[in-house]
């Protein structure tokens, strides 16, 4: 796929893509206690990749992504399931939260929103990606 | 060891495994058949602690009731996860004999899982936001099983499946609303100690009608089952069947649940209705089968008109009638899925399921017409099937309950059903086939469609400790508080 973008777009997606990585994982780890979270960082990472999609065409942003959108849901999933697990394996009924150290906000529920992190970029990114394509 | 979670968690660890793996075919087909004889297991685990234990159930999260979400299983939900572990076996072990390569490229194994952890999910949760979730968890994973492949039937099947599926969901979810609001609970054994407490108002009846209307259209009773027969025959065969066998039966246990908790015995109008509906299904649905000239909408109509056999239970609420019932559904989930799966050999010998192309199968491949009869003459309830017990058992449930009607229209249904399957019988069996084939057929196709029959089989043998298990299970239904107490007071730990 080969659009013209202007210099604009692109100039601004090279400065905008770095910010809005790091807002989306700010985002995460800030929902610990605080509005945001998993599901909206991983929104605001989507949106980075679509705007990187935007300026360089399909083929950069999949490369950017550096893998397939259908691994990061498949990871996140784990990653999910496995917060929910962990618990039981220290005789704790399933999804109950365990802490390295509660003040540090390290800890299950972290692991959890990490796996709903990569979800939703896996998700989003699957249906952007598909929209393009056709 | 947490054994109620696993068979939510391991379904949805098979998924996530399954999109991680390549996706090469015969790779992708048996980490799904392996997910599913683990599932397997962990259901029988299951099912062997709460027949030991009575009741079992776990607090998510370790938070206590009804604070949390309580996952809870009795006697009925135990055998029904049983239930969906074998559907589940039979349905991604044909696989094995071909998926069609556009659905396997975009996750048909990872679907398939999850729509197993949705209805195990709906079995064994205690929470009925919670239940709710598990619909929409079913609902998304079978329409995009259904719409994958995108041919215009189907993409016209799918549509109303999910116009009308979104509705129910819609009415269940405002009903939660209401409940919430009057109540400030959803768990559903504190529920259970609100709402049969109260005075009977307009707020409980509003409530049971619209609980009755939102689980109809799920269960597909009269006259909300229109969905079902316009959209069931289009999906891969393989599809169809886990549709058939498990989706109409989540709505027909969530009646089940929610009825004999929240609403036990009153509103009296609620029972009436739900009587009504039930004799209205079953002839609608067996009267309907009469006149398709389709293998796979015989079969649609049949499990439309057999859905009132499941629901007469809880509607007549004695407890020989709700065994009737139970052992019915456990019945129909093997026969119904087996039929389906069948129907699968037709679409690969004719690539058609229209009867009058049908044929000559008992004369050329005698093994797969002698594995066809077992759920054929099962369903028709012809002695001593696993059909037959079943519907005898709901005969002398009905008529024990001194409802008479209900009976005659048991028996009278019977009979259309025989009519029906052997209709079905000598049109796709029996008879010379116009147009011969001469395609070969993989013996793998066979293994699912045995292992169910087998089930069939056993269930026939084995009627006496299963109706057992079912008067066990209606007993716990009928007397909620045992449910109550292992939820709220805590029951034995798994």
Redo the contacts between chains.
């Keep these: 796929m080969m659009t013209t973008t202007s210099l604009i777009l692109r100039a601004g997606a090279r400065v905008l893509m770095p910010l809005l990585l790091l807002f989306g994982v700010f985002l995460l780890l800030r929902g610990h206690n605080a509005p945001g979270g998993g599901f909206a960082g991983g929104l605001v990472v989507a949106a980075a990749y679509i705007l990187h999609f935007f300026a360089f065409g399909l083929d950069a942003a999949r490369r950017a992504l550096l893998t397939r959108p ?2 990061l ?3 996140g ?2 990653l999910a ?1 496995g917060s ?2 962990l618990p ?1 394996l220290f005789g ?6 365990l802490w390295l150290d509660p003040a540090s906000g390290i800890g299950t529920p972290m692991l959890f929103d990490l796996g709903v992190f990569l979800v939703v970029i896996g998700v989003v990114l699957i249906m952007a990606f598909t929209l393009a394509e056709e | ?2 054994v109620l ?1 696993l068979p939510i ?1 391991l379904p ?2 098979t ?6 793996a390549p996706s090469r075919p015969l790779l992708q087909r048996w980490i799904s058949f392996a997910g599913a004889c683990v599932l397997s297991i962990a259901a029988v685990l299951v099912f062997v602690r709460v027949e030991r234990d009575g009741i079992l159930v ?5 938070w206590p009731a009804p604070f949390g979400i309580t996952l809870v299983a009795d006697v009925l939900a135990a055998m029904l996860v049983v239930a969906t572990a074998a559907v589940g076996l039979a349905v991604t072990l044909s696989a094995f004999s071909g998926v069609d390569p556009r659905r396997e490229g975009f ?1 048909y194994h990872g679907l398939i899982h999850v729509l197993l952890m949705g209805v195990s999910g709906a079995f064994l949760t205690g929470d009925l936001f919670n239940l709710y979730v598990w619909f929409e968890v079913m609902l998304v994973a079978s329409f995009v099983l259904m719409a994958l492949h995108r041919t215009r039937a189907q993409l016209e099947a799918a549509f109303k499946y999910v116009a009308l599926n979104l509705i129910a969901s819609s009415l269940f979810l405002t009903t939660l609303g209401l409940l919430y609001g009057g109540t400030g609970a959803l768990n559903m054994a504190e529920l259970a100690t609100i709402l049969p407490a109260r005075e009977n108002t307009a707020y409980e009846t509003i409530l049971a009608m619209l609980f009755l209307t939102a689980f109809g259209i799920k269960a597909a009773m009269f006259p909300l089952f229109f969905w079902l027969p316009a959209s069931y025959h289009t999906p891969p065969a393989a599809v169809g069947a886990i549709f058939a066998g498990l989706l109409t039966k989540v709505g027909v246990y969530s009646m089940i649940r929610v009825f004999t908790l929240l609403f036990p015995g009153d509103p009296a109008v609620l029972y009436t209705l739900l009587l009504a509906q039930a004799g209205c299904t079953m002839i609608v649905g067996l009267v309907g089968a009469l006149a398709q000239q389709d293998f796979r909408r015989i079969l649609s109509f049949n499990l439309v008109g057999h859905l009132g056999y499941t629901t007469v239970g809880v509607a007549l609420g004695t407890s020989a009638a709700m065994a009737g019932s139970i052992f019915y559904i456990l019945h129909h989930i093997a026969a119904i899925t087996n039929l389906y799966l069948i129907s699968g050999i037709f679409l690969r010998l004719r690539h058609t399921t229209s009867l009058t192309e049908l044929g000559s199968i008992f004369r050329e491949r005698p093994l797969v017409a002698i594995l066809a009869a077992i759920p054929v003459f099962s369903l028709a309830g012809v002695p001593p099937l696993s059909g037959f017990i079943g519907k005898l058992a709901l005969v002398r449930g009905a008529f024990g309950a001194r409802a008479w009607w209900t009976g005659g229209i048991i028996l009278a249904v019977s009979l259309l059903t025989l009519l029906s399957m052997a209709r079905l019988w000598s049109e796709s069996f029996w008879k010379t086939a116009p147009h011969e084939d001469k395609s070969r057929l993989p013996g793998v196709i066979l293994l699912p469609i045995a292992f169910l029959s087998a089930i069939t089989v056993a269930m026939t043998v084995a009627a006496g400790p299963l109706y057992q298990l079912a008067m066990k299970a209606s007993d716990q239904l009928l007397n909620p508080a045992l449910y109550i107490d292992a939820v709220l007071k805590g029951g034995p730990q798994p």
């Design positions: 259908e691994r849901i498949g990871s999933l784990l399931v929910g697990i039981v704790r009924p399933f999804l109950t939260s | 060891m947490n979670v968690a949805l660890f998924a996530a495994v399954l999109l991680l776990l607090q998510l999260g370790g996750g």
